[in-house]
């Protein structure tokens, strides 16, 4: 009986121990599991990445308009603009008892005057056109029995300029200047010919140089100086030639006036006699001299409304180089020349407008050129009328 209990007891230790060792190898496995899992190298992270495109340019139907928009924005800005027109008149009255004792005429006198200015800006670049007009009528009228009426010209002149330059500092430019003037009706007539014409005469004036301009808007001043200046003189009409050759009453040595169809037979010496406008038989049609020019342009407008404007140019001219060439000839030839001397124009405007349409102006000009007169010619204007001014800024 003993032996069978320690039999039994032999069994149940064995199965305990079966179980024991069974449940120590799955803790076991179990366990190395774990450590496996923990003490493993961590995955790498996924990242994802944006490979969709994005397209920056304006859409086509929103661009269009905002191109227009930005190219009248830059040219507005490239570009200013001015644009006048004026119409002023007269009238004077008198009756035939006071026109009988004083000898006076009834008159009515309108000036028609355009003024056009544009400048272009890009980068250092600039180029500044200038375009003028003047023309002016005065007719004369009398009472039935005083005298017969007749139309005279006044005021006439049409002016063109172009001047193209670089900046090269913040007050000096180089460049050069072209300018073109003359006039649009016929003048008065003697014996059927008349004594100017569209392009009889014509002023050319072409020149190279340096121009100061100063950077202070309270005194907007242009300074240009050109070492080399080239001006010309045209009388395109033969009838304008011919009026002057026959008012200079060119003779022979015997002292017998020479017509005009016979002026071929002159002297030479009598040939480059001048006669009109500085123009003699001897250079045709046209005469060039060479030299240097100043000129002097003040424009400023005072008052929030701009209600006084003054404008001024003085412009002179020296032809040097046609000295120069005449004293040479001189020494060859031991005839004595007349020395030349300077053109000076100088002009001077004044606008006051009482309102937006109606203003006065004020014109005068002083004008020296040996070669037309060796007196000073003066001119003054006074008008009152109506007046446009357009800006575009």
């Not at 375009?131 to 002016?159: C, I, P």
């Not at 004594?195 to 340096?210: D, E, H, K």
């Not at 030839?333 to 004044?350: C, F, K, L, Q, S």
Request: charged share 20%.
């Amino acid at each position: 009986m003993f032996k069978t209990i320690t039999n039994d007891k032999n069994n149940t230790m064995k199965r305990f121990f079966t179980l024991f060792m069974i449940s120590m190898l799955a803790y076991g496995g179990v366990a190395k599991a774990q450590a496996t899992v923990e003490s493993a190298t961590p995955q790498e992270q996924v990242t994802f990445s944006n490979t969709v495109k994005t397209d920056e340019q304006k859409p086509e139907f929103s661009s269009e308009a905002q191109r227009k928009a930005e190219r009248r924005a830059i040219l507005k800005e490239r570009n200013t603009i001015e644009f006048n027109a004026s119409l002023n008149g007269s009238l004077s009255h008198f009756n035939n008892s006071w026109q009988s004792v004083n000898g006076t005429t009834n008159t009515i006198t309108a000036v028609a005057n355009i003024l056009f200015t544009h400048q272009f800006k890009k980068g250092k670049f600039v180029l500044d056109n200038k375009v003028t007009g003047k023309l002016g009528y005065t007719y004369n009228f009398f009472d039935e029995g005083a005298g017969t009426n007749s139309a005279t010209k006044s005021q006439d002149e049409w002016f063109i300029s172009s001047s193209p330059a670089y900046t090269m500092t913040k007050s000096w430019n180089v460049g050069g200047t072209l300018s073109l003037r003359s006039q649009f009706a016929n003048g008065t007539k003697a014996n059927d010919l008349p004594s100017s014409q569209f392009f009889a005469p014509a002023y050319l004036i072409a020149s190279v140089g340096f121009t100061y301009v100063c950077p202070k808007p309270k005194f907007p001043i242009k300074i240009n100086i050109a070492p080399l200046s080239l001006n010309a003189t045209f009388v395109m009409s033969e009838d304008v030639r011919r009026h002057y050759y026959d008012a200079a009453g060119f003779t022979d040595a015997d002292g017998n006036v020479v017509a005009w169809d016979d002026r071929n037979s002159l002297s030479k010496d009598t040939k480059n006699k001048p006669y009109a406008f500085g123009l003699t038989l001897q250079n045709g049609s046209a005469r060039y001299e060479g030299g240097s020019s100043v000129q002097f342009d003040f424009d400023r407008t005072f008052g929030k409304k701009g209600i006084f404007r003054y404008r001024t140019t003085l412009y002179s001219f020296y032809g040097w180089i046609n000295e120069a060439a005449q004293q040479i000839a001189s020494r060859k030839t031991g005839v004595e020349y007349e020395h030349i001397a300077p053109t000076v124009r100088w002009e001077n405007t004044i606008d006051i407008k009482a309102t937006k349409y109606f203003s006065t102006q004020f014109y005068f000009q002083l004008y020296y050129n040996k070669a037309q007169s060796k007196k000073i010619q003066t001119q003054t204007v006074l008008g009152v009328g109506l007046s446009y001014t357009f800006k575009n800024k």
